[in-house]
Each structure stands twice: as C-alpha cells, then as structure tokens.
C-alpha cells in the first residue's frame, strides 16, 4: 500500500502550514517555497484541503491560508480523506460499486471493512501537530495526545 504523490504533498503542506499556527497567515506561494512543491500543485491542495475543512482560506488584503482547527485536532486521516476520499483498502466495500467480477462469490468481502477500520483508526491515532513537533536534531518527536483530544 503506498499514499498518492497528493495526499503525500497534502500532508507535507499542511505541515508546513502548521508551522504557522498562531502567527501570521502564509499564502500558497510561501508554502510551495517551504516544500518544494509546484504553485499549481499547492493551489490545488489548497482548494482540497479547504474544501475538507481542514484550511481556511481567505483572499484580499490581510487574506492568507491557515488551519481550520488546531493541528492536535487534525489526523493523517482526515488529511488523506480530504483528498483521496474515504480511506478503502478495495473499491468493494465502497457504496454504489460494483465493479469486480469475483463480487458475488468473495470470501473475503465482508471483512474488507475491518481492515480498512483497522488503517483508517491507525492513520486517525497521527495527528498533525505530531508530524510538526521537531526535537532538537529535527527529528520528530511523538505527541501523546490523541487526534481528538
């Protein structure tokens, strides 16, 4: 199982809008310039991550980007669902698909939704705030707190 170059950027950028919380506002161009990620990808995520709630964005004088919510209260998960969809290890167990000739006959079907419950609540255990504390060698260092404490 591998992330998507996006939702990969979209965790590196709202890293590095994390950075920001309770400073000033930053804009895409300065977070495209901390990440090395291209202006039309981080515009994009910008709209994603928006769009998920996760990122408030506003324009004119006095405008920038900044979290929705603290970065303790965002997961990987809600990083990754913001914009790739709900987290499904299969396209089975998703409403309205029925797209795989073996459908009728699986075995395994029915406990496809553990194991995606099971990678989701892992994902949902890293909260943003743990990605973006650094210890004195630049090395993460864990946080505690759940996501939604």
Do not use: F
């Not at 000033?24 to 991550?49: D, H, M, N």
């Not at 997961?75 to 914009?83: G, K, N, P, T, Y």
């Amino acid at each position: 199982m591998r992330l998507s170059s996006m939702a990969d950027y979209a965790i590196v950028t709202m890293r590095a809008a994390s950075r920001h919380c309770g400073g000033s506002r930053t804009s895409a161009t300065q977070l495209a310039e901390e990440t090395g990620i291209p202006l039309p990808t981080t515009q994009k995520l910008i709209s994603l991550l928006s769009r998920g709630g996760l990122l408030i964005s506003m324009r004119g004088a006095g405008g920038g980007i900044q979290l929705a919510r603290p970065a303790a209260a965002i997961s990987l998960a809600d990083i990754i669902e913001a914009v790739e969809g709900p987290i499904a290890m299969t396209a089975c167990v998703e409403k309205g698909r029925h797209d795989c000739g073996l459908e009728d006959a699986c075995q395994v079907r029915p406990h496809w939704g553990i194991v995606n419950d099971a990678v989701r609540g892992a994902l949902n255990d890293v909260s943003l705030a743990s990605l973006s504390s650094t210890g004195p060698a630049g090395l993460a260092v864990p946080v505690t707190e759940s996501a939604h404490a």
